[in-house]
């Protein structure tokens, strides 16, 4: 809606104008009316007005001197006047101070509508310059952003950019916290959700300890945090978010993660805190909804493992891809036992390296399950169980437990693999970056490729050509986030000679292309 004021010494002129039905016609409000010049001042000193209506000869200040007025104040308002007075010196001032018209009463109403028409639709036309130029300012300032906490922008280039997208950049010290929308069926969804949380983090946190926030490609909520350097134990900021945290929960219609990255003092490290933010996000197929991890948790920080015996990670790994259970176990249970004997050390250590295993476990099942259904829940409660346990016999037992378990997603005993399909799966993991086929691959094993078909699609619930794309694709962002590899090269690496056929692939799996991604 548009304010309109009017003002006019002859009361009968504004209760007729009042009571006018042209206003809601046109989108306009009338807010206020005035008697003359001064009135009428005062009431636009404390009301936004668009269109103001004034008569010319008024006591104390008529309406030219009015006009004058707030013009010199600089007030962006449109101006109509009404005038019994057929006055060319009243006309020739008026044009010269950019009036909208000049009506002579009594009005005539076809006159009247059509200008009050025109009017709007010139406020209207504002207005959307403005949405626009504002959506531009406010796209150009989220590019900058991203770009600083990725790290993909120069010293010189930042400071130039963020005078223009009003950022400021000064702070003792940065940190960044992120927000993951863990529901919402779509990216929409997920979107308002994330534009939603930002409001609410602006409610709840001053200018002073929350300086900027916005969306990443993700769909994440991004809030670059000041602290002071030095801070004791008890970050007031983590206090802060917990309790935020708890309005979140208490809300019912959202479930979120929050991760919060390093501190940091240098202007550019700011990245660092981000991608210290965004490695944490790992964690939240081990969490529950509405979760909170620091980076500087004793539980997560690595500080301190080369003190007890290294865990065999990537060899367990490999076994449970194997489905080869008993092997796999024995190498755990020797693993457990040699943590057992540094359990003299403080347990924090003991919880980081178990953690690792886990976290490490729960990617490997969540990355090469496709069809997600065949993961058993107690993959989504991890977390929970392991920050509940105090006893190293039963961090043990949990990790035992879940080694077992990723074990029987890909062994034989799971009744999700047969023998028939089993080694071929394994195959395809080990050489998705050849040229693969269902045909090719019938040929190798002796199978009938349509049958072969049919086993795939059975097994992992979609076609071989989007589980072969699957593969592929996980291993291209583990080598976007992991190597300084030219995309072109991972490209090839992964088994897609067309780079652009792979850009298309990964940008329909992804959401983002490959170098938004890395």
Known sequence: MYNVLIVDDEPIVVEALRKSTVWDDFGLEVIGDAYNGIEALELLEKHQVHLLITDVR????????????IHQRGWDIKILILSGH??????????????????LKPLDKNEFVASISAIAEKLQDTTNRQIGLAEQLNAFRENILLRWVTGSITRAELHEKSQIAQIELNLDCYRIVIIKILSGEDNAQKHM???????????????????LSFCDSSYDVVAIFSEPTKVSVGSPLLGQLKLFLSEIKARNNVHILITIGH???????????????????????????????????????????????????????????????????ELTRAALEGLQD???????????????????????????????????????????????????????????????????????????????????????????????????????????????????????????????????IEKAKELLLQTDMKITDIAAKVGYLEPSHFYKIFKKATGVSPAEFK
């Open 193 to 211: 959700a994330a534009l939603t949380i930002r409001d609410l983090l602006a409610q709840r946190f001053n200018h002073d300890t929350m300086r």
């Open 86 to 103: 057929d006055d060319f010196s009243y006309v020739k001032q008026a044009v010269k101070l950019g009036v909208e018209n000049y009506m």
């Open 263 to 329: 501190r940091t003092t240098d202007m550019l490290g700011a990245n660092l805190s981000y991608q210290s933010a965004k490695d944490l996000q790992g964690y939240s197929f081990l969490l529950p909804p509405n979760s909170l991890i620091d980076s500087d948790d004793d539980t997560k920080n690595h500080s301190g493992q080369d003190q007890i015996p290294s865990l065999p990670y990537e060899t367990i790994n490999n076994l449970i891809l194997a489905g080869r259970k008993e092997e796999c176990l």
């Open 342 to 472: 540094a359990s003299h050390l403080p347990l924090s250590q003991i919880k980081n390296a178990l953690l690792e295993l886990l976290f490490q476990i729960a990617n490997t099942v969540k990355k090469s399950v496709v069809n997600q259904q065949h993961v058993p829940d107690q993959f989504k409660h991890l977390y929970l169980r392991f920050e509940s346990s105090s006893r190293f016999d039963d961090l043990a037992k949990l990790v035992y437990d879940t080694v077992a378990l990723a074990s029987d997603i890909f062994g034989d005993k799971s009744g999700t693999a047969n023998a028939t399909i089993k080694p071929i799966l394994d195959y395809v993991l080990q050489h998705s970056n050849q040229d693969l086929s269902l045909k090719t691959l019938s040929y190798k094993f002796n199978i009938n490729a349509s049958y072969l078909g049919q086993l795939f699609r059975k097994e992992t619930g979609i076609l071989f050509s989007s589980y072969l794309n699957h593969l592929r």
């Open 58 to 69: 008024m006591p104390q200040m008529d309406g030219i001197e009015l006009i004058r007025s």
